[in-house]
């Protein structure tokens, strides 16, 4: 996106040059404005069209699906390790069929808004750079910073979007097990909200508490169907808590690897 789009600006805004430097200075409004937005237009088109919604809807499913897999065969795993039995527990339970076309749905969606927004701000920083006089090479600075910046964002969400499906997969798998609840480990390093000798100490929602506190089930063990309860929130199940948590949900299993009757 951000390669096309130089690659299309950069000749243009050199060639306008003239004409915009002379209106900045006599505050004249130029015909540059029209030809600009038609460049940068020209390149935003080639993200808008069904050939790409095609190609953004392959990317999302087959995203979806591996880390659906991968949560299948982690869950499997972590099963197996409790029980000591092969347990085949990969097929994908009611209504998960449902979940995952929802989640891919949601995630083209977010794809789509990133070149929507992405070039929404590159319009607004090329026609404020032109009408300040700006040379060409100021004005790519600045979108060079702009292609950063939603690089990052992208990376964020993608982030974030992969350990919430592991969270509501893993939730989805352990209910259809049969398990009642769930124990809560948070990531175990400097970077676990509410870590009183890490780095966000006073997070408003604690992994680390979450993971810690004990609300009759054990120490950080919950109910699948309820979650945890930190700072006002209810609901809160392990890779939700909030944006970016890294914490798991460990099944627990009456008589394996957790014995409530025994005063835990
Ligand atoms: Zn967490």
Redesign the pocket.
Known sequence: MAGLLVEVLEPELKRLKPDYIADSRMTLDGSWTEEILKAIRSVSQRFVTPLFEAQIQRVAASTISRAEADNAEDFRDSINRAVGIDFELITRPKGMQDYLEASTAENVNLIKSIPADYFRKVETIVLGGMKGGLAPTAIAKQIQAETGVTARRAKLIARDQVSQLNSDLTRQRQVAAGLEFYK?V?AGDQRV?GNPAGKYPNAKIS?YG?ARKDIGHGPGVYTLADGAEWGGKTGLH??K??PL???VAIAMIPGVNYFPDKGK
Do not use: K, L, Q
Request: glycine share 8%.
């Open positions: 809560s948070d909200s992994c979450i392990p890779g808590h909030h948590c890294r914490c």
